[in-house]
């Protein structure tokens, strides 16, 4: 099988796209993005991935982006590793549902602290739209452990899905968001259990 090529940086949202990999036992290779050097918006890398962001998976086929679409790709791929409920469609969309939540919504909220600048040139309206990140990234995860976290330990039940590790990642921006885990007692959970992975323990090495 043709090893994959994974363009990543710390801390993103590839963190999960890599989790996916390992739990798969894919083949790859994982290629780290310097941002602190703007890397990402080199020419070389412009031609991998025009949208200068990651995370960015080099296949066989071509060039793969955005976090839901390599989710998915690497479980369809990868069926042995029993990642997604292929073989049940209401399953499968109830996890497709949480992945555009995650991506439209929740990234969205936290990205108005660290690139502010993607949304106004003004200092104090910068700084407007920071002071809200507390209290938006606040009421996602309270509809995360309300909607999306029963008792079962994943987040389809007793199935673990890329989506574990898509939340998991997510849910590690929180500290860095100045809002506290232990508010949502669920998610909190969720996130031990999921460190505990080795897969998830090789992901972040």
Request: proline fraction near 7%; include cysteine; charged fraction near 20%.
């Amino acid at each position: 099988m043709t090893a994959l090529t994974l363009y990543y940086a710390p801390g993103t949202c590839a963190q999960a796209v890599r989790i996916a990999l390992e739990e798969a036992q894919a083949p790859y290779t994982a290629v780290r993005m310097d941002f602190a050097s703007q890397q990402q918006r080199s020419p070389e890398y412009l031609a991998i991935n025009p949208k200068g962001r990651v995370p960015a998976l080099v296949t066989e086929h071509g060039v793969l982006t955005e976090t839901p679409a390599l989710l998915m790709y690497v479980a369809q791929r990868f069926p042995q590793a029993r990642l997604a409920p292929l073989d049940d469609p209401f399953a499968l969309a109830r996890m497709q549902e949480l992945h555009s939540f995650l991506a439209s919504t929740v990234h969205v909220a936290h990205a108005h602290r660290p690139r502010a600048s993607r949304w106004a040139d003004e200092p104090e309206a910068q700084a407007a739209m920071q002071r809200k990140v507390p209290a938006n990234m606040t009421e996602c995860f309270a509809l995360i452990e309300r909607h999306y976290l029963g008792d079962k330990p994943w987040v389809l039940g007793e199935q673990y899905t890329v989506a574990d590790g898509y939340l998991f990642t997510m849910a590690g921006w929180l500290k860095s968001d100045s809002v506290d885990i232990a508010q949502f007692p669920r998610v909190a959970a969720h996130y031990a259990r999921m460190a505990q992975r080795p897969a998830v323990q090789r992901a972040l090495a």
